[in-house]
């Protein structure tokens, strides 16, 4: 069970174009989803907290308008990376939270290779 | 505020051999601590996780973790280290009250298992 998938796996775009990354919670419900980045060789930084049914919650330094974030359902978060351009190449990954586990512990996706040409 | 270090970035060992990759976080409350393995180009897989209770876990794949309070580290170690295991591994820690749930992840470790 706690399995969570991304899709697309990874996906390469033009520069100033849209890309929309779908993170789904397959077997549970996920009141709570996080978004990192991941740069090469590099630890995860947390983007931003999606809640299902309200606006997320973005890190310092994170752009709202540029990463889009839409927490529809509790097994669907989605985030938009608008106008990308070359420097939000990146490993993007998500997490979902098991509601009403006291450790709230963070169950991952595989992850999504975004490569803008 | 919260903080990890894992103090060592690459960690060379050759296959057989045991190994601890190191973990130390800052924290003004208590916290919960996690480590996670991150083989190329996929996500997260939680290896072990301290809760509460006895301060020794196991995790899957042989390795477990000591969780010493005093000295605040949450060491990973296994007795005896197969070319499997190499990949980049993270310890991370979340505040016992933060029902956010957020996490602050450390640097990374890089194990390298050779033959």
């Known amino acids: 069970g706690a399995v969570v998938s991304q899709h697309p796996s990874w996906v390469i775009c033009k520069s100033g174009t849209s890309v929309k990354i779908e993170c789904r919670s397959l077997d549970f419900q996920a009141t709570t989803m996080f978004w990192y980045r991941q740069f090469p060789k590099q630890s995860l930084m947390l983007m931003a907290t999606?809640?299902?049914?309200?606006?997320?919650?973005?890190e310092q330094g994170v752009e709202k308008d540029k990463f889009l974030i839409n927490h529809a359902s509790l097994t669907l978060s989605t985030l938009t990376v608008t106008s990308a351009h070359p420097e939000d190449s990146s490993f993007y990954i998500c997490s979902a939270i098991l509601a009403g586990q006291g450790s709230n512990e963070q169950f991952f996706g595989p992850g999504t290779r975004l490569t803008v040409l | 505020a919260q903080s990890v270090t894992q103090l060592d970035s690459q960690v060379p060992v050759f296959e057989e051999a045991p190994v601890e990759l190191r973990c130390n976080y800052s924290s003004s409350v208590s916290v919960y601590l996690f480590w996670y393995v991150q083989y190329p180009n996929q996500g997260l897989q939680l290896l072990l996780k301290?809760?509460?209770?006895?301060?020794l876990v196991k995790g899957i794949n042989g390795f477990e973790a000591e969780f010493n309070k005093s000295q605040t580290s949450f060491h990973l170690r296994k007795p005896s280290v197969h070319i499997s295991d190499t990949a980049e591994y993270f310890c991370?820690?979340?505040?016992?009250?933060?029902?956010?749930?957020?996490?602050?992840f450390g640097q990374g470790t890089e194990l390298s298992v050779k033959p």
């Open positions: 301290y809760l509460s209770g006895s301060t």
């Open positions: 999606s809640n299902e049914g309200s606006k997320a919650t973005y």
């Open positions: 991370a820690v979340r505040e016992f009250y933060n029902q956010g749930g957020k996490l602050i």
